[in-house]
């Protein structure tokens, strides 16, 4: 079955230090692959998302992520985190083409940066 | 330019009772999508507008769940009658095509 992983469901991090948020897919074909962050009682925010090109994708906040094929990874960066970084972070994948697509979720990854 | 907006932002109503949730898309756009996240689960996909039409429904968990979309604008999601399991954030997404969706703050169910 086509999908995506995120093996952890905590990241915890010092404020200053980088952060990887990892998440690996399963899809056959050319994935496209993106990044949502979910802020506290608020809606999912688009971050990035890689369709072809730079394997490395630059997005908001000053997040960027990382396509490796070889390893079927889409892993989220970040060089130095922000306490307000701190939010639930979910990868994603499209499914389908044409007129008839939608974004399969992984599990989500709670990232808490302690100051 | 309005995001899209859902409404209510909460609802708790007790088992056996209908709940109906609402979800007005960026203007413009066609595509409207319904999806849940339910006890810090993954957020699944429940199905799919195109305009009016329903292009995918393949996600609705059974047929207590019913959505309609009328005249390819709102849509709205009921649930009738409602149980114990259907408790989560319900989403509401829409995009223009291309595949970034944009998504709205979701509207919380609690079923007592």
């Known amino acids: 079955a086509q999908s995506v992983a995120q093996p952890e469901d905590q990241v915890n991090v010092a404020e200053g230090n980088p952060l990887t948020v990892k998440c690996t897919y399963s899809?056959?074909?050319?994935?496209?692959l993106f990044w949502y962050v979910q802020y506290p009682n608020r809606g999912l925010q688009f971050l990035l998302k890689?369709?072809?090109?730079?394997?490395l994708v630059k997005g908001s906040y000053g997040f960027e992520a990382e396509f490796n094929k070889s390893q079927t990874s889409f892993h989220l960066k970040k060089p130095s985190a922000l306490v307000s970084d701190s939010a639930l972070y979910f990868c994603a994948v499209i499914l389908g083409m044409g007129s008839s697509y939608k974004l399969i979720f992984g599990s989500g990854t709670r990232l808490l940066v302690r100051p | 330019e309005a995001g899209v907006t859902q409404f209510p932002s909460h609802s708790v109503i007790e088992k056996g009772q209908t709940v109906t949730l609402r979800c007005d898309p960026i203007?413009?756009?066609?595509?409207l999508y319904w999806y849940r996240r339910v006890m810090g689960k993954e957020i699944k996909f429940l199905l799919h507008f195109v305009k009016e039409s329903k292009q995918d429904e393949s996600g609705m968990p059974n047929n207590r769940f019913l959505a309609e979309r009328t005249g390819g604008t709102y849509s709205t999601l009921k649930v009738q009658p409602a149980e114990l399991e259907d408790s989560g954030v319900y989403f509401c997404?829409?995009?223009?095509?291309?595949?970034?969706?944009?998504f709205g703050e979701g509207s919380r169910l609690t079923v007592l």
């Open positions: 203007s413009g756009h066609d595509n």
């Open positions: 890689y369709i072809t090109g730079d394997n």
């Open positions: 899809v056959s074909g050319n994935p496209y």
């Open positions: 997404a829409s995009s223009p095509g291309g595949g970034e969706l944009f």
